[in-house]
């Protein structure tokens, strides 16, 4: 299986601020990488697929690039409705694999 | 816009068969790729498998020998099998619908289900 690293874990960050998260893979997974966004007892909701590709209606702050085993979400200046986790997942080949997870708290 | 709901019981003793139903509104069940996700209490999310329409599956390795997936095209709906379960598989489980773009079938997850809590116990 191909392991997903996420870093960091967790990310204390304020209103405003610029925050990038970085996900890695064991083994190279093309741009086959998408992002997630997850609040507390709520399901999953799809930011970022094809590593940069924006899904529709997600605020244009969220960015991705990246490519091979290298990926990062940014979010160019983080609201308040965006602290929640962040995780990571490829779809590069079976099993498809998530990442650990980033938790964006309030500094 | 598509809406998914996951539904079936909520507690479990081990040894047990999970059974959940998806039913999906708001947009045919057919031509798209369907999915099961779990994501156990303070963890990271694990994918089980997905089901296309017509019936074809694909299991995740570790959990292949106690899982089912099939699909009900007459009632919208698609479900949800995992026999044998034991503590461990206490976790939230969520339906989802997997994504296409301009490339074919690509398979991040673009719709969810609310979720549905299982637990595994004694």
């Known amino acids: 299986d191909i392991q997903m690293t996420q870093s960091p874990s967790t990310l204390s960050a304020s209103v405003g601020d610029r925050v990038t998260i970085t996900c890695r893979a064991s083994q190279s997974i093309s741009n086959w990488l998408a992002w997630y966004q997850q609040k507390p007892g709520k399901a999953p909701n799809l930011l970022i697929y094809k590593a940069s590709s924006l899904e529709s209606g997600v605020p244009s702050r969220f960015s991705g690039s990246g490519s091979e085993t290298e990926f990062t979400l940014t979010i160019s200046s983080l609201q308040p409705e965006d602290f929640a986790t962040y995780f990571c997942?490829?779809?590069?080949?079976?099993?498809?694999?998530f990442g650990g997870g980033t938790k964006v708290e309030i500094k | 816009q598509v809406q998914l709901q996951e539904s079936g019981p909520g507690l479990l003793k081990p040894s047990e068969t999970l059974s959940l139903t998806c039913t999906v509104s708001g947009g045919s069940i057919s031509t798209y790729y369907w999915s099961w996700i779990r994501q156990p209490p303070g963890k990271t999310l694990e994918w089980i498998g997905y089901i296309y329409y017509i019936g074809s599956t694909n299991y995740n390795p570790s959990l292949k020998s106690r899982v089912t997936i099939s699909v009900d095209r007459s009632k919208n709906q698609f479900s949800l099998k995992l026999s044998s379960v034991t503590p461990a598989d206490t976790a939230v489980y969520f339906c989802a619908r997997v994504g296409y773009d301009t490339g074919g079938w690509a398979y991040y997850f673009d719709s969810w289900g609310q979720g549905t809590l299982v637990t595994v116990s004694s």
């Open positions: 997942q490829h779809y590069n080949s079976y099993p498809f694999t």
